[in-house]
């Protein structure tokens, strides 16, 4: 069979592809001309935030487009018979790695696991957080319950942990908040009758879209999943996303079991893999199902331990550098690292208007405001309606939370350029330590009092009505979205 | 308990936040302000004196100069002590010839230009530039030193047409001399004849000359020095920006 890729493509996704490089590159000769500069200080703040923005921009274009591109004779053809199945009777081990989630939603994912239709396979519960309920939940379905006395490396550690007593040919891993289908382990196993491919990954999908944080981080990650996560199945580049998956056990071993580190073991594990030559194979068919963080102290802890795994990997291990990677691999890698470059991005954008209002400067020389908005404004569309270019809608949920995220990625960059340590805290885990949610949306809270602060200021003596008043519009609208943002993160009603 | 620990933290937190960017915006704003007053104070204007040369009524040689620039000497204050021997032994030969009228006439002029030998102030004023030294020797009617005079005294600005209207309504206006850090009350007076066409919004076009209200206030002050004309309505109650204003102006002067 061929792996499914992008099949049809939506006429809204085809016009991004046609327009995007027109508009980023208008738009890069207008922020590059050094006749444009308008504040010394703030230029540079502005054209690092664009140049981010065009690269995320253009690497999405990129992958798309060389997806589409790619000529049939290119596209590798994967033997897969079911009859494989019955033939060789693979063994596979479950594992399900928790440590202090809820007890209901790790309830759920080992009865749905223990349902999957497939009679080789052993379950294997690998509980960090000494749950007791969970101890008696897996007796009485007589799976194993493995716990550790010392719990470095948080979910690596568990999983290497638990491998000790795996013999099976395979296994897969469930987080305990992403439950399986039942046709799991059947429509993925046969895959693995290519000797090199060592990992099936499958998306994430997330059911609990009613809630406002959970609906906006789920279309984003319908973004990766429908376009990005495919193309790079293309140039088998795709990554473990750390659920969901079956690895096979014998490449694992080869490389010294699941890498050990306290987060991103799962990408760091997938490009160890393709060091040795292994392939990945992304199977774009949901057969799990899972929960979107619903809180914002949940969200940010998930969306601080990816940016750490981004920036970790480019700072540490930059793929671009390392051997036995293919060139495809090598780019796919780097730009889902320098994803979380976004932050600043974001943060100079929600910035910038407001500096305007206080101090009346500008990064830019619009004094002819029309040839700057001329430039700007089709850029402008190409990059805050990309989701809605790729998946035809856009949730003001979607924006509130990447408005937001700025924050997790900040801390995890500056985390990881001084090496701090990290303790794991499983993202929907309710921790011992008193946490205080003025911790994490401090960030949130100045940039919308200062915008609201900055407003009468700003039109105080104002030098320029339009210019002005466009930035007080854009203000409020960034302000609006951060309010919600907030608003909507309340601890989530049980 | 953990919830109210949580509350008040979490209070704390975002007071402290809040009152962060509250500071940060009354600063931007204090900034804003202080830029637009001292744009509509931004008036400055520069001592126009009258200047007096001073000559000499005869001829002879400078023996002493008895000011120095920049000194302020009354109306009749010796400058410049003269001497002329010629003329002294012509007076004495004149003086001897008492029956020869012509004789007497020539002794008359020669004594008044005895006594113009001592130059004296014509006006009150300070003094300028010396034109001559002593030793040197001068023709009749030639100039030895330049007085600042201190009758009509008058102050020089250019003004927007903006300014110009505060003035006009304004009951006194103040002028102040960071030199001397005394305040002067001036008033407008003429206006310069050549108005020049703006090449941009809120340029200066309008000359003006003020008069000071007490002339004799000012005689300490110097040719061409500015003075900062204050256009402030000193009536104006207090608002609520200017106790921000004057809060961080406070603080950020130290």
Redesign the interface.
Known sequence: MRITKIKRIPNTALLFVLLAPITIVYYAMYVLNPANIGNIYLYPLQLFADMIAIFIVGSLWLTILLDLLQPEYHKKEIKYRGEWLMEHRPTIDVLIPTANEPYEIVANTIKKAYMMDYPYKKLYILDDGNSEKIRTLAESLRITYIQRSQKHFAKSGNLNNGLQFCKGEFFAVFDADHAPKQLFLKQLLPFFQNKNIALVQTPQHFTNTDNFIASGTAQAQELFYKYIQPAKNSYNSAFCVGTNMIYRRAAIDSIGGIAARSHSEDIWTTILLHEQGYESIFFNQILAEGRAPETITTFFRQQNRWARGGFSLFFTHNPIFIKGLSIDQKLQYFFSNIHYFSGFAILTYLLLPIIYL???MLPLNVSESNVWLIHYIPFFVTVYFLPFFLLGSLKASTISTSLASFAPYLSAFFAVITNNSYTWVATESKSKK?T????DI?PH??II??SL??I??GW??EADFFTTLATTVWVILNAGFLILFIKNGGESKK | MKKLGSFIINTLYFSLIIILAFSISTIALTRKVNESRAYTNNLEGSVTKQKVVVLTLTQGIVDTITVQSGQHVKKGDVLVKMSNPVLQSNLKVYEGRVNNESAQTEANIAKVSIENLTVKAPVDGVVGELYTAEGSSVEEFSKIMLIYSSDDVRLQTELTGDQYQTIQKRSQVNAYSSRLNKNFIIVPGLLKADEKTPTGPNEKKIGLYFTFKDNAQATDLLNNEDLQINLEDTTKTRKPIDIATDFWNGILAR
């Open positions: 206080l101090f009346g008193f205080v949610i003025a911790q401090w809270i100045f009092a200062l602060f900055a009468p200021v105080y003596n």
